[in-house]
């Protein structure tokens, strides 16, 4: 699987924010939009997870948050770099297991997956987590090629 970077412009600080273009239902924007949170954090929405769910930088802690509402977010990565670099990672393990193969075959995936992200960004693998219940996906035998 091959991932694409984009720059969508200087954000907050003067650095700019490059994060994938794709990654399985995860898209990024054309540009990022800045939003504030009702609990007063300064958000950064850059991306979408399928149709509703946002992605967004948090400008003071920088971590990577999603969410349905910028109110109601949940750690993605502890920073943008290491959500890229996750990303990147896993795209040049995929396909994770062939078609046919079996349930072992899909746990020993979802555990390389999980050695991954604990690697790169050991905070952000915990329950409840985006990488948590990503690495659960990957036990259910849909990433194939």
Same mark, same amino acid.
């Given at each position: 699987m091959n991932i694409d970077l984009v720059n969508l412009g200087v954000v907050h600080g003067g650095a700019d924010l490059i994060v994938p273009e794709t990654f399985f239902s995860y898209r990024s924007l054309d540009s990022f939009e800045a939003v504030e949170s009702d609990s007063g954090k300064a958000l950064i929405r850059f991306g979408v997870f399928g149709l509703s769910v946002s992605v967004y930088l948090d400008q003071n802690s920088q971590e990577v948050l999603y969410g349905l509402e910028p109110g109601d977010v949940n750690i993605v990565n502890t920073s943008s770099s290491h959500f890229t670099q996750?990303?990147?990672r896993l795209s040049e393990m995929f396909p994770f297991y062939a078609e046919g193969s079996d349930s072992d075959e899909w746990e020993a995936a979802a555990q390389r997956v999980e050695d991954v992200i604990r690697d790169i960004d050991? $905070?952000?693998?915990?329950?409840? $987590?985006?990488?948590y219940e990503f690495r659960w996906d990957v036990t259910m035998g849909d990433f194939h090629d």
């Open positions: 996750c990303v990147l050991p $905070s952000a693998y915990h329950e409840g $987590s985006f990488w």
